[in-house]
């Protein structure tokens, strides 16, 4: 069995989904799929057993753009640990209070969930609740490995993550948010303001403070991007003992298993002071210069610049104006349009088939 799934949805997609990207785990060899038939139907086999629960799963928590997907390859390639990609189609209908929703419900959102929808492969048993659901997912994942560990990436909803598996182990990896951002707008295309780009990463930061405050010591790690490709074996070999393994040299040999990525490469860090001009800079650091300092990373010698309430009223119409531009030039007027009316009127039957159409164009698109 084949496990896919990916660490960020196309922004052209925003309106339905929660993450963004798709393009790495395409270059990656990953087959995403869309049929026409029911995702319950056509997955549904029954499984002969229920499998043994997950009882403490690893998770890498960060925001998008930090490396998570470079770390969870090295991770996946160590003999004992299985690592697969973002997992938010597992947290996205639980509660911060750990609410669970009714397997039904749970189970007729994935059929119009596009990250599962497209890249992830699964048996789901109809026997099971909302909770032996997800925990199969991963259970099935670490039959298929044949490993001792299983994991994945989160880039949101860290907590919920700890409501489903009290015991799990947490990974937190920090990247400098100017480097977050620059990736944003400038490799991904994202993003045309800088403060909407530095606030995704706000957003996961504050999210994984959240959790961390309710984390016993011994629980969680954390580390660094820039320490990750300045010392990787060294950063490695901490995360293995965390993890109660020892380090492999097998984990750095991950790029030549047809993965388009490369080993670590100390020149990405930094790449927000040449590439991102003065005013994006002082834009970026007047939205995140607080957690910059706590997380030990040094602001710019630049200006400070304060950003008014007029200020982000004018930047928010203009990321509208943006993201609109980019979705109609990649969807059309007529689909853009229908699918923003049938998800704001609630018509959740109309909305499902917008959203299969544009699937059906995205996911080629995102092929070539």
């Known amino acids: ?3 896919f799934c990916i660490g960020y949805l196309s922004p052209l997609l925003l309106s339905f989904a929660p993450n963004l990207g798709f393009i790495d785990m395409v270059k990656q060899g990953a087959s995403p799929r869309l049929t026409a038939t029911s995702a319950v139907d ?3 086999r029954g499984l002969s057993t229920q499998r043994p629960l997950v009882k403490s799963p690893f998770f890498i928590c960060c925001s998008g753009r930090s490396g998570s997907t470079h770390l969870r390859l090295m991770l996946d390639h160590h003999p004992q640990l299985s690592c697969v990609d973002e997992v938010g189609y597992i947290t996205e209908l639980v509660s911060d209070d750990g609410d669970m929703p009714d397997v039904a419900t749970y189970r007729q959102w994935l059929e119009s969930d596009f990250i599962f929808q497209s890249c992830c492969d699964f048996t789901i048993d109809p026997d099971l609740d909302f909770y032996e659901l997800v925990n199969d997912f991963l259970c099935q994942q670490k039959d298929c ?11 949101f909803d860290f907590i919920r993550l700890l409501k489903l598996w009290p015991d799990a182990r947490f990974i937190h990896m920090v990247r400098d948010g100017r480097d977050v951002a620059y990736s944003w707008m400038k490799e991904m295309h994202l993003f045309e303001n800088p403060w909407f780009a530095a ?7 504050q999210a994984w403070e959240r959790l961390a405050q309710r984390l016993p010591e011994g629980q969680y790690l954390e580390i660094t991007y820039e320490d990750m490709v300045n010392d990787t074996v060294g950063t490695l070999t901490e995360i293995c003992q965390f993890l109660g393994v020892d380090y492999d040299a097998e984990m750095l040999k991950f790029s030549k298993a047809g993965s388009y990525f490369t080993l670590p490469d100390p020149k990405f860090s930094g790449l927000w002071r040449s590439h991102l001009s003065p005013w994006e800079i002082q834009v970026a650091e007047a939205n995140i210069s607080d957690l910059l300092i706590d997380r030990g990373y040094k602001l710019s010698e630049l200006p400070r610049l304060t950003v008014s309430s007029l200020d982000l009223k004018r930047f928010k119409l203009m990321e509208k104006v943006f993201m609109w531009q980019r979705r109609i030039s990649f969807f059309g007027l007529r ?3 229908v699918e923003y009316l049938s998800r704001r ?8 088939q917008v959203k299969q159409e ?4 995205a996911i080629p698109a995102l092929k070539r």
């Open 42 to 44: 056509t997955l549904t």
């Open 335 to 337: 689909l853009s349009a």
């Open 145 to 155: 490995s044949n490993k001792q560990a299983v994991g994945a990436i989160s880039h």
């Open 345 to 352: 009127l609630g018509l959740r039957g109309w909305h499902s």
């Open 1 to 3: 069995m084949t496990f």
């Open 358 to 361: 544009m699937h059906a164009i």
């Open 199 to 205: 606030e995704k990463w706000r957003e996961a930061e």
